[in-house]
């Protein structure tokens, strides 16, 4: 029996991140480095967003700390939110709960990949702007179990992930942690 083309509305499904929320960032970092063997972990504290929406009402990104790195092409992103500040990240997980929040997809055309996805039935739970380029995360946890954050290209955005991969192939295992 021959297979069926898919005939999704979706035409990118590609992912190339998957994050997870933690109770602890270093010990997170550690687990993954003397588990995984990835690193090293780009870390950042706090994301500055303009323009931000949470589920249709203006409001800031919440205060997270953050972290990334390359398992080869596919990027691990790592994020505490340790207060209880609303927002995308405490929209799946209260305060100490962990888990996969959400997969991201770098977006061929950003309007018309979020827009599929709202017209498929998800919420858009946070959209706005990181050094005036966008992003936002569509709430699919009831039928994915977690949100699809999605990436409007840019220069800046393929510059900064080219670093971490290079820093990603060069690494030797040593300094885990890069402070962004």
């Not at 706090?46 to 800031?60: E, I, L, Q, Y």
Request: aromatic content about 14%; charged content about 20%.
């Amino acid at each position: 029996m021959a297979a069926t083309p898919f005939p999704a509305p979706f035409p990118n499904r590609n992912f190339m991140q998957m994050c997870w929320t933690v109770p602890d960032l270093q010990s997170a970092i550690d687990s993954w480095v003397r588990n995984a063997g990835v690193g090293p972990f780009f870390w950042f504290d706090g994301v500055d967003f303009t323009d931000g929406r949470h589920r249709g009402t203006p409001a800031d990104f919440p205060k997270v700390q953050a972290a990334i790195a390359y398992a080869g092409d596919l990027q691990i992103e790592l994020v505490c939110q340790d207060n209880d500040e609303p927002g995308v990240f405490r929209d799946l997980f209260g305060d100490g709960d962990f888990g996969l929040h959400h997969m991201a997809l770098y977006c061929n055309d950003y309007e018309a990949e979020r827009d599929t996805y709202i017209e498929a039935g998800a919420q858009l739970a946070f959209e706005g702007k990181l050094d005036g380029i966008r992003t936002c995360w569509v709430d699919t946890s009831s039928t994915l179990g977690f949100m699809v954050e999605l990436l409007e290209p840019s220069a800046e955005r393929d510059a900064g992930f080219a670093a971490m991969r290079a820093a990603a192939q060069m690494w030797d295992g040593s300094e885990p942690v890069v402070t962004f």
